[in-house]
């Protein structure tokens, strides 16, 4: 609109029907002065003239005392009859035609006036069009192109250096006197879960025995992936829902801030589903690859909360590719991604990925937002397997 706008503007300080109307009216009562003072000027002349008339009607009362002849006298007058109405006819004809003179200086400006201001409509019109096509020309060249990004083609990004570390290492400590101060370790080796007002500790899979009730349930659960008899994943603690719990994560890391980046990446609108913290303590048989739920679009936006600068500290895998074709996969597209913290993942959770195992003893933390697309049109990728 910003065309639009330049235009309006432009017409506020240079109204051009405005400006010719004004202008030729200045003409108009310039000429109409300069005739009317033109014909009073002669009016006075005329008066003059009467004047002189009656000096001549004195001067016949002298000449009848000097025994003048009565025809004489007779022709005298009517001469003198015949000069006064041929000087009213003049006059008349004089102020008749300066009369038709105004009426058509008149009709010359209305005229004048009527193609000023038609001139005016058309350079209005011309420059109406103008900044309007150059509008929608400069619309066209700053519309968003809808091109293949790197999030698209490859699955996921990674960028450094997007929360500071001092916030990052803010929320760790705030997260570590929790779990201190609740007495969170000494709940997580108990043989049955912990209900309480806060929090729940989900260490049997009595109650909540799947991923669907763990993460709609009415208090944020704190999963133990370390029991009931499990085998891979031991040493690995999530909380779901953690923003519940720690309220300071949205104070902290910007909502809008994910979704804008999300939507440059990915050229899509999404939503925020849960907020989730990962802790993982020496992790010595973590999951194998696997990917969440089919082809639906669901992505997940990893903030690193600690370093991992090796292939021995337990670092993220993906598959690149893998979120669109699961056939044919090779080696190479294995990527393994390491980091410091405040750098973020961002990865779409269909494409095939894990945490590679501790190979030295370690505690790695992960704040992960959890999205999903904000219309059902984006909502799957094409069937590839």
């Given at each position: 609109?910003?065309?639009?706008?330049?235009?309006?503007?432009?017409?506020?300080?240079?109204?051009?029907?405005?400006n010719l109307n004004f202008?030729n009216n200045n003409d108009?009562?310039?000429?109409?002065?300069?005739?009317?003072?033109?014909?009073?000027?002669?009016?006075?002349?005329?008066?003059?003239?009467?004047?002189?008339?009656?000096?001549?009607?004195?001067?016949?009362?002298?000449?009848?005392?000097?025994?003048?002849?009565?025809?004489?006298?007779?022709?005298?007058?009517?001469?003198?009859?015949?000069?006064?109405?041929?000087?009213?006819?003049?006059?008349?004809?004089?102020?008749?035609?300066?009369?038709?003179?105004?009426?058509?200086?008149?009709?010359?400006?209305?005229?004048?006036?009527?193609?000023?201001?038609?001139?005016?409509?058309?350079?209005?019109?011309?420059?109406?069009?103008?900044?309007?096509?150059?509008?929608?020309?400069?619309?066209?060249?700053?519309?968003?192109?809808?091109?293949?990004?790197?999030?698209?083609?490859?699955?996921?990004?990674?960028?450094?250096?997007?929360?500071?570390?001092?916030?990052?290492?803010?929320?760790?400590?705030?997260?570590?006197?929790?779990?201190?101060?609740?007495?969170?370790?000494?709940?997580?080796?108990?043989?049955?879960?912990?209900?309480?007002?806060?929090?729940?500790?989900?260490?049997?899979?009595?109650?909540?025995?799947?991923?669907?009730?763990?993460?709609?349930?009415?208090?944020?659960?704190?999963?133990?992936?370390?029991?009931?008899?499990?085998?891979?994943?031991?040493?690995?603690?999530?909380?779901?829902?953690?923003?519940?719990?720690?309220?300071?994560?949205?104070?902290?890391?910007?909502?809008?801030?994910?979704?804008?980046?999300?939507?440059?990446?990915?050229?899509?609108?999404?939503?925020?589903?849960?907020?989730?913290?990962?802790?993982?303590?020496?992790?010595?048989?973590?999951?194998?690859?696997?990917?969440?739920?089919?082809?639906?679009?669901?992505?997940?936006?990893?903030?690193?909360?600690?370093?991992?600068?090796?292939?021995?500290?337990?670092?993220?895998?993906?598959?690149?590719?893998?979120?669109?074709?699961?056939?044919?996969?090779?080696?190479?597209?294995?990527?393994?991604?390491?980091?410091?913290?405040?750098?973020?993942?961002?990865?779409?959770?269909?494409g095939f990925h894990r945490?590679?195992?501790?190979?030295?003893?370690?505690?790695?933390?992960?704040?992960?937002?959890?999205?999903?697309?904000?219309?059902?049109?984006?909502?799957?990728?094409?069937?590839?397997?």
């Amino acid at each position: 609109m910003e065309n639009l706008t330049n235009l309006k503007e432009l017409l506020e300080n240079h109204n051009y029907s405005e400006n010719l109307n004004f202008d030729n009216n200045n003409d108009i009562n310039n000429e109409t002065l300069t005739l009317n003072n033109y014909i009073n000027n002669d009016k006075n002349t005329f008066n003059d003239d009467n004047d002189y008339e009656d000096n001549d009607d004195n001067d016949d009362n002298d000449d009848n005392d000097d025994n003048h002849d009565i025809d004489d006298n007779k022709n005298f007058n009517e001469n003198i009859n015949n000069k006064k109405i041929n000087n009213e006819c003049s006059k008349k004809e004089y102020i008749d035609d300066s009369n038709n003179t105004e009426e058509k200086l008149d009709n010359n400006n209305n005229f004048e006036e009527e193609q000023n201001n038609n001139k005016s409509f058309n350079e209005f019109n011309e420059l109406n069009q103008f900044n309007k096509n150059n509008y929608e020309k400069k619309y066209e060249q700053e519309k968003p192109k809808q091109q293949i990004t790197v999030l698209e083609e490859k699955g996921y990004v990674f960028l450094k250096g997007v929360f500071k570390t001092e916030v990052v290492d803010r929320l760790c400590f705030e997260v570590n006197q929790f779990l201190q101060m609740e007495g969170i370790y000494s709940h997580l080796q108990k043989r049955q879960d912990v209900a309480l007002q806060r929090y729940y500790v989900n260490n049997t899979y009595g109650s909540l025995t799947n991923f669907q009730q763990i993460q709609h349930y009415f208090v944020p659960v704190i999963d133990n992936r370390g029991t009931y008899n499990r085998i891979t994943d031991v040493g690995v603690v999530d909380i779901y829902n953690a923003d519940k719990l720690f309220s300071q994560i949205r104070s902290y890391f910007d909502i809008n801030l994910m979704l804008i980046i999300l939507q440059k990446l990915s050229n899509i609108e999404w939503k925020l589903n849960r907020v989730n913290l990962q802790i993982h303590s020496t992790v010595q048989n973590p999951m194998s690859f696997h990917f969440d739920g089919g082809n639906e679009k669901n992505i997940k936006f990893t903030v690193f909360l600690t370093d991992i600068l090796d292939e021995y500290s337990g670092p993220p895998v993906f598959m690149e590719g893998t979120h669109k074709n699961k056939k044919q996969i090779k080696p190479s597209q294995s990527k393994i991604i390491t980091g410091n913290r405040g750098d973020v993942l961002i990865s779409y959770q269909n494409g095939f990925h894990r945490k590679l195992p501790h190979k030295v003893q370690g505690t790695n933390m992960f704040l992960t937002f959890h999205f999903s697309t904000k219309y059902e049109k984006d909502r799957f990728f094409p069937l590839n397997f």
